[in-house]
């Protein structure tokens, strides 16, 4: 599939960098599945993206710097300290610890399900909790996160810019 991919791409003269991204992680899934000789092992790139993927969220909002928040700085490009603010961070980071959930509970899935051998089983856990969850939970995290904002009665990102004094009427756009 991967190569079918890369072939559409190049005939429709897009680019091959995501296409061959994607094969790369083929190639890679597919030798860890051949040198373990087991089918499972197919899945092993993605549980230690998983495992990565939860250190960080939980290391971020250690150290009170959201991943989710990088990832709405990298999207939007708000000023990175209006993100800091002790009344915008909470949201933040409460939707950081919400993915840190959910990729350390599809990681601890993914762990039994490759320990138990479970090969068929492993490969429906990982296309249900792949793209159409991941939709579920950005979806989810935009919505609590502006409600949240909400709440917190920090300041807008246009209040911010400007230097408005509290009370501010808050963020009612964006996420």
Known sequence: MALLIS?????RRRTLRYALGGLGGV???SLAAV???????????????????????????????????WTSFVARRWPL???????????????????LAFFAGRLLLQVLLFRSGATDILAIVN??????ALVVLLAGSYLYGLRRLRTLRGPSVDEFRAGTPP????????F
């Not at 072939?7 to 005939?11: S, Y």
């Not at 009370?167 to 964006?174: D, F, I, L, M, V």
């Open 7 to 11: 072939a559409i791409r190049l005939i």
């Open 27 to 29: 190639a890679i899934a």
């Open 35 to 69: 040198l373990l000789d087991r089918g499972e092992g197919f899945f092993l790139p993605g549980m230690v993206s998983g495992s990565a993927t939860s250190a960080v969220c939980l290391v971020s909002v250690i150290v009170r710097r959201p991943l989710v928040a």
């Open 81 to 99: 300290a209006w993100y800091w603010h002790p009344r915008v961070r909470p949201a933040y980071s409460e939707v950081t610890l919400a993915w």
């Open 127 to 132: 296309l249900a909790l792949g793209w159409p």
């Open 167 to 174: 009370p501010w009427e808050g963020q009612r756009k964006g």
